[in-house]
């Protein structure tokens, strides 16, 4: 099998499972006993089951301590969102960011208390992406968010907003102020690149690392000017005409 037509087999499959999670979560009718019995013994126990299923469908895709994706989801959905992309013609933004010093953070608060700056974090993450957007614990103190139908401008814009927002954010340990910065990098994928997902998010990777070298809590992006999109000879080669 191609890696075109696996990733579509998985596109669709995702699609199928998103439908049927939808659909189970709005048809949620009570149990019955196939024989009539109002008094069934195996009702209760069925219930409890059907609600684990539930909860541990959600926690292999789910970070424990943020509440948001993981990594393994991350990844899959990365794969994916590629793959929409060269489908739809619309760009992909990638923002990856990560808090400053972190562990000397850690070391002078305590890793309880880091715990509870990385919930912050997720939470200011959580309250400004939109519902389509896609945003995860990359790792540590990482964060990944996936933009889809978003340019690259667009993604600057966001990454801009929530460094704002974490900054101005204070948090309190043992009635000290506690201030929590983040630096962000930020690419695009178009429907014209090539880029496997490791080779992209090595790209949003970059210019993190330059903003943490450029001296923290800010924003590093790819070049706006080489990265505006698609353009009208394009979409046509693309689409065939």
């Known amino acids: 099998m191609s890696e075109k037509t696996d990733l579509n087999t998985k596109l669709k499959s995702d699609e199928k499972i998103r439908k049927n999670e939808t659909r189970a979560h709005k048809q949620q009718a009570p ?4 024989l009539g019995d109002p008094a069934c013994a195996f009702l209760t ?13 959600a926690l292999v895709r789910t970070d424990e301590l943020t509440g948001l994706f993981n990594y393994r989801h991350f990844m899959h959905a990365m794969e994916l969102e590629m793959e929409r992309t060269r489908r739809s013609l619309k760009p992909m933004a990638l923002i990856m960011l990560d808090l400053d010093n972190f562990k000397i953070f850690n070391d002078r608060w305590g890793h309880e208390f880091g715990n509870t700056s990385l919930v912050h974090v997720a939470r200011l993450v959580a309250g400004t992406i939109r ?13 990944a968010i996936i933009l889809p139908d978003t340019s690259l401008r667009s993604g600057i814009l966001l990454a801009n907003r929530l460094r704002q927002k974490i900054a101005a954010s204070v948090l309190h340990c043992d009635d000290q102020p506690v201030a929590v910065t983040a630096s962000f990098g930020v690419d695009v994928y178009l429907p014209t690149d090539r880029d496997d997902p490791s080779q992209f998010l090595h790209r949003a990777d970059s210019w993190l690392f330059q903003a943490k070298a450029n001296g ?3 924003v590093c992006h790819a070049p706006l000017e080489t990265h505006s999109g698609v353009s009208h000879d394009e979409r046509e ?3 065939g005409n």
Do not use: M, T
């Not at 126990?45 to 469908?57: C, F, I, M, P």
């Open 237 to 239: 080669l693309l689409l």
């Open 131 to 143: 519902k389509l957007d896609i945003a995860c614990r990359y790792g540590g103190e990482e964060f």
């Open 45 to 57: 126990e069925l219930e409890q089951l059907r609600e684990e299923v539930k909860a541990l469908s």
């Open 31 to 34: 149990l019955h006993c196939p």
């Open 216 to 218: 923290r809590n800010q």
